[in-house]
């Protein structure tokens, strides 16, 4: 599923939009379905907090699940991707649907995700799943190329309410970096390397911006 320059794309970069692969519409009309469902369900947890919807009453907020992220989290096509960078040897330990709902001020501050995972070593590949489309006007995830070589990125806590994570890269760190939008179709895919340094801006556009992470 991911031809030999795209998986050297994301051994360079720590990330790859892989162009042959797209999830047709009954699938993505079955998610947008589950999404919906689960949000319904979920009052309670903030719409971009939804972890483990893969399960019923996992951890660790209790989130009332749905099959069809179960279903699409075990397709064979994502796990020859994953395979593709990982090796055959793969564990899926964690779903996050991230829903950010039109005119909210939440957002993703500069961060490693291996910096909050008691995972080592760093061996995770996230993929990215955009079940709306999503450009950098409803807040499109951003990325530093290259970031994912380095471990010493240096992180503090920033506790403020519009930030959903708290170990955040100041900006002085990324002022002279390249900085790319991974803007996407509906049904189309990312896979991001643990360490890359990513964000998302908050979605001030009226549109929703919902996507699905597998973490393996």
Known sequence: MLTISEIT????????????????????????????????????????????????AGRPYGVKGHQVINRVARDQRILEMVESVLGSDIILWLTHLFCKLPQTVREVPWHQDGQYWPIRPWATCTVWI??????????????????????????????????????????????????????LEPGQVSLRDVGIVHGSAANT????????????
């Open 130 to 183: 955009a079940i709306d489309r999503v450009e950098k006007a409803n807040g499109a995830m951003k990325v530093i190329p290259g970031s994912h070589n380095s471990q010493d990125w240096r992180h503090h806590e920033d506790s403020s309410d519009h930030l959903t994570l708290n170990q955040v890269i100041g900006a002085n760190q990324l002022a002279d970096k390249d900085v790319r939008y991974i803007e």
């Open 9 to 56: 794309q994301y051994r360079q970069d720590g990330y790859v939009i892989p162009s042959k692969f797209r999830f047709d519409d009954s699938v993505l009309e079955a998610l947008r379905e589950a999404v919906d469902t689960v949000l319904s369900c979920n009052p309670n947890i903030k719409p971009d907090r939804i972890i483990n919807p893969h399960l019923n």
């Open 205 to 216: 556009s009226g549109r929703r911006r919902a996507g699905l992470a597998i973490r393996y």
